[in-house]
């Protein structure tokens, strides 16, 4: 038997990633993209159509659809997509994935697809409970003679209409003391699990200044009856449901990550359930948005298998990101824009990013630095735009961590230029290193340039050299 109430809560480190200064997608009521607002600069079309998609999506007015973020690499894709999970906040499912993750997991590639689809579509079950709400009078807990570690206690509590005395078991008494609960704590009691809920300290023990601290939040004593009945809504993922449905383990498996190929009978079971919940009232579909970046690495089978998906009553929202032009789709030798079918392309709404101008790259590695919580120079940031022009804007970025601690070893405050050129002579960027490699190409193995065809030449004159001599030693035979 588990007990859910002794699992601790684990702080969540915050790592600086790439999009972590993202705080949604920085537009105004009128759905009109800000200049530079909440990390995200530039791209204002782009940003203003995800706008629209996200404001249907709130309203669940549009499921099933496609949307395809296409743009040369660097132009905030992944940035566009991050902010829209921002904007929807909790409540809306979001599932992010690498396409190229599916070729690596230990099912096939569809039974992949269905649980990333099925984790993107939430289902929102309201039910009844029957909790205790009010304020606590007086706890008294009775220890036994005996020496034995039995407890047991009363627990009086009012609202304002009433009063009412309940018997405390051991485990309601480890209950209070975890929680730290005292005369004067306003709290509710679920009567089917028996977790104690502190909602706060009540108006009239305001006076009280031993018993409270800074962070006291002050409520009022709640009226009516004692044992009221409550809705209580839970959203949980249909591959949650799924999961707990199909393993021995249950609910446990959702933390051991043991999820495993699932059957198709229990899906089935599970989307029968959830259409009656819905037809009684007692849950709602919330569809979700499930973002697949580096959609070009899906193979033919799993277009196909994103063709019927679509079509599905649960489906969420699916966004996908590609930086390539015109190029082969993966597992057939047939070209099309983006590497995407032409039948799957056709589904799809489309929208373009754009190269970022000078003043946009400029911002950008201005709320990089701040995130990163560099100070820099203007004529050091200045330089850095130039090398985010010239080159590109991720390894612009990648420099400013670097560059900072070169100002550190020199025990520097700021990053200066001299920081900035000492980072560009150590770290190539892929011009400088692609233009190396064609300078002394010739050092490398295997290597298949000017070098490599003179090579071939000189095996092919050997040979004709070769011919020649069998035809001479032929004919003075002959003769």
């Known amino acids: ?40 600069v530039g791209q204002l079309q782009a940003r203003k159509a995800a706008g629209v998609i996200l ?4 309203q669940g007015k549009i499921a099933g659809r496609a949307i395809l973020l296409a743009g040369q690499p660097g132009t905030g894709k992944t940035a566009i997509a991050m902010g829209m999970a921002q904007a929807l906040g909790e409540d809306t499912p979001f599932t992010s994935l690498a396409a190229s993750e599916l070729f690596s997991m230990e099912m096939s590639k569809t039974e992949a697809l269905t649980q990333a689809f099925r984790r993107s579509i939430g289902v929102r079950i309201k039910e009844e ?5 009010g304020e ?18 009363k627990i009086t509590m009012k609202t304002t209409d009433m009063e009412a005395v309940y018997d405390l078991g051991q485990k309601m008494i ?4 975890k929680e730290k609960i005292t005369a004067g704590d306003v709290i509710t009691i679920d009567k089917a699990s028996g977790r104690i809920t502190k909602l706060g300290r009540s108006f009239t023990r305001s006076h009280d200044y031993d018993a409270m601290g800074p962070m006291t939040r002050f409520v ?27 393993r021995s383990h249950g ?22 359930k959830v259409s009656e919940w819905r037809s009684e009232g007692k849950a709602d579909i919330v569809p979700g948005v499930l973002f697949i970046d580096e959609v070009h690495m899906l193979d033919i089978e799993c277009y196909s298998y994103l063709n019927r998906a679509l079509e599905n009553e649960l489906s969420p929202i699916l966004i996908l990101a590609t930086n390539r032009g015109i190029t082969n789709i993966r597992g057939t030798s047939y070209k099309s824009p983006h590497g995407i079918p032409l039948d799957l392309l056709d589904r799809l709404l489309i929208i373009p990013t754009k190269p970022y101008s000078k003043k946009e790259v400029s911002q950008i590695l201005t709320i990089r ?31 400013i961590t670097i560059a900072n601690l070169v100002a550190i070893k020199r025990r520097a405050t700021m990053v200066d230029v001299a920081d900035i050129k000492r980072v560009y002579g150590l770290f190539d960027d892929v011009k400088r290193s692609a233009d190396y490699l064609r300078t002394y190409e010739q050092h490398y193995m295997f290597s298949e340039g000017v070098d490599g065809d003179e090579d071939e030449d000189d095996e092919e004159e050997e040979t004709q050299g070769k011919e020649k001599k069998k035809r001479s030693t032929r004919m003075r035979v002959e003769k």
């Open 1 to 40: 038997e588990v007990k859910m109430a002794e699992v601790k809560d684990m702080t969540r480190i915050e790592r600086i990633g790439a999009h972590s200064h993202i705080r949604g997608l920085g537009l105004d009521d009128s759905l009109e993209a800000r200049a530079n607002s909440q990390g995200l």
């Open 55 to 58: 404001e249907m999506i709130k």
């Open 129 to 133: 409970a029957e909790i205790i709400e």
């Open 136 to 153: 606590v009078v007086e706890i008294q807990i009775e220890r036994p003679t005996d020496g034995s570690a039995n407890k047991t206690g």
């Open 174 to 177: 480890e209950a209070l003391s």
């Open 220 to 246: 009022q004593c709640p009226e009516d009856e004692l044992e009221k009945r409550k809705e209580v809504v839970h959203t949980v993922s249909l591959h949650e449901i799924d999961v707990i449905n199909s």
């Open 251 to 272: 609910f446990l498996a959702l933390f051991a990550g043991d999820t495993g190929e699932i059957k198709p009978e229990i899906r089935e079971q599970i989307d029968t």
């Open 369 to 399: 630095c701040e995130e990163e919580d560099v100070e820099i120079t203007d004529k050091a940031r200045e330089l850095l735009t130039k090398i985010g022009m010239s080159t590109s804007l991720r390894y612009a970025i990648h420099m």
